[in-house]
C-alpha cells in the first residue's frame, strides 16, 4: 500500500487513455476516412456499412459472452418465432462466432477477486452484442440463421481470426483484462460514436431500406418514417439519460474498484487496452480490402445468397430507390453529413 508520502496513483482511466493516445488517434482518423466512403455522397447504399458491422460483431459477441461464462450468466434470449421474418431482436448464438467455439461451455475459474470485481463492473444496458445483430438484420432482413452464417463468415478473415483468438486466449488467462475492453469499446460509443451516430441519422431514409424491401414508390418513399428505419441501435442506450447515466456508473464503479488490482494485472489491461487499438487499426486494413476498395464486393457480401442474375437487378433496383430518395428529400441530410465528416478531418 502507498505510504502517505508518495504521489497517488494515477487512475486507471487515465493510465489507459496515456498509454493509447497514439494509437487511438491513428484509429479515429481512419475511422472518419472510411465512414466518408460508406455513406452518401459516395455510397448509394448501406453495403459497406454492412461490412463493418459484420467484422465489428463478433469483437463484441467474443468479450461479453466470455464476460457472462465467466459470471454464470445466461446468454440474452431470442426474440420467439424471429428466424421465420427476420425481425429485429434476434441474437445469434455467440458459441460458434468463437474461434474455440467448442470449448464454449467449458466452466471458466477466477479468484474470488476477480469474480467481485467483474460482477461489480457488468452491466447488462452496456452490452452490444444483441444491439449489432438488430441492426444487421434491419439492414439485410437476414433470418438469425443466415445472420449466424454471415458472421462466421467473416470472422474468418485473417485479421479478425487472430484478434478473436487472442481474446479467448488472453482473457481465459487473465480475465481482469475485460476491463480493457470495457473501457475501450463501451466508452467510445460515449465519445466518437456519438458524432458517428448524429452524422448517420442525417441519411436519407432509402439508404437503410433492407436488400430484400419491396421497391417504394415515391408516395410511400415520401412517408417513409426516418426513426422506423434507421437501424443504429448500435449507438443507442435504453436509459433515461440515452447511457450516460451508465457511463457515470460505470467510471464511478471502476474508480472504486481498480485498487483491488495487483501491479501486474493493472499493467496488464493497460497493456490489452493498446493491443485492441492496434488490432482494430488493422482491422481497417483488413476492411480495406474486401469492401473499402471495391463496392462490388461489398454488395456481393450484402447479397450473397443470391443469384448473380438478382445482383444486378438488385442493384439497379437500389440505384433506382437512392435516385428517387434524392429527389423526395432535400440535400440538406447529406449536407449536414459531408460537413460533420469535413470538420472531424
Sequence with gaps: MSS????????????INAATRSVHTKLNRLVISRLQLALPPQADDASQYVSGLLHITPIYIAFESLWRRILK?????????????GSAGVVCDPVGLRPNGRNAHRRLTV?????????????????RSQALQQDLISLTCWSDRTLAEQLNNASRSPILSDFLTHIETFVEK???VLLAYAWVLYMALFSGGRFIRASLENIYPAFWIPASAQQPTPATLANFAITAVQPLSFFQFNTREGGDDLKREFKKRLLESEGNLTTLEREEVIGEARCIFEYMI?????????????????????????????VVVERERRQHIAEMARMATTEAAAERTRSWVERAL
Excluded at 502517505?4 to 493510465?15: A, V
Excluded at 446468454?75 to 421474418?85: H, L, R, Y
Excluded at 488493422?282 to 445468397?305: P, T, Y
Design 4 to 15: 502517505k508520502n508518495e504521489d497517488p496513483i494515477r487512475p486507471l482511466s487515465d493510465s
Design 73 to 85: 450468466l445466461p446468454d440474452p434470449p431470442e426474440a420467439p418465432g424471429s428466424d421465420k421474418d
Design 111 to 127: 479468484n474470488s477477486r476477480i469474480d467481485a470485481l467483474l460482477t461489480n463492473l457488468y452491466f447488462e444496458g452496456l452490452q
Design 174 to 176: 487473465s480475465p481482469h
Design 282 to 310: 488493422r482491422l481497417v486494413g483488413e476492411l480495406d480490402g474486401i469492401c473499402g476498395m471495391n463496392k462490388e464486393a461489398a454488395e456481393a457480401r450484402l447479397l450473397s445468397l443470391r443469384s448473380r442474375d438478382s
